[in-house]
Each structure stands twice: as C-alpha cells, then as structure tokens.
C-alpha cells in the first residue's frame, strides 16, 4: 500500500497562488509535492516575473530554497507570500 501511495504522489500536483505584494498580482501555479522553492522561481521567471532578492513566505514562516513543496506542507489552494527585502 506504502508503494502504492509513493507512486502515485509522483502524479500529485497542487494549484496554488503566489502573492507578489510589490505588484499587488496573485499569480496561479501548478506545483508538485517534490518541487523546492527554487523550482517555484523558475516558474515565476517562465511567466516573465523576476523573483530575485525576493523571499517566500507560507503560514508567516519563511520558507529556505532547498525546502519542498511537502516539507513547507503547503497544499492545494494555498497561497504563498513573495516580498522584497527591505534595505
């Protein structure tokens, strides 16, 4: 059954939102559970949206590059906070 739930994980895609507070825009993205934060920039700059010197935010926690999806336990309908260091 655990193998069972393991591949089919590797199906499993969440639809969530990112929150670009600087634009006031809420950007949908399809995201998978193995997907670190990293990836989620990748396919913020695909849409032509630069997420450099930005931090990522769920649940008012920040969220580290190398963190997945699953390990943030971020789920499907969530939305993720993407703000601007302040100087």
Known sequence: METLRRSLSRWKRYHIKVHLADE??????????????????????????????????????QLGEEETVKEAKIQNGSVLLLVSHKR
């Open 24 to 61: 006031d825009l809420l950007m949908p993205l399809t995201v998978k559970p193995t997907d670190k934060v990293m990836d989620l920039r990748a396919h913020l700059v695909r849409e032509g949206i630069t997420s450099w010197k930005k931090t990522f935010y769920y649940n008012a926690r």
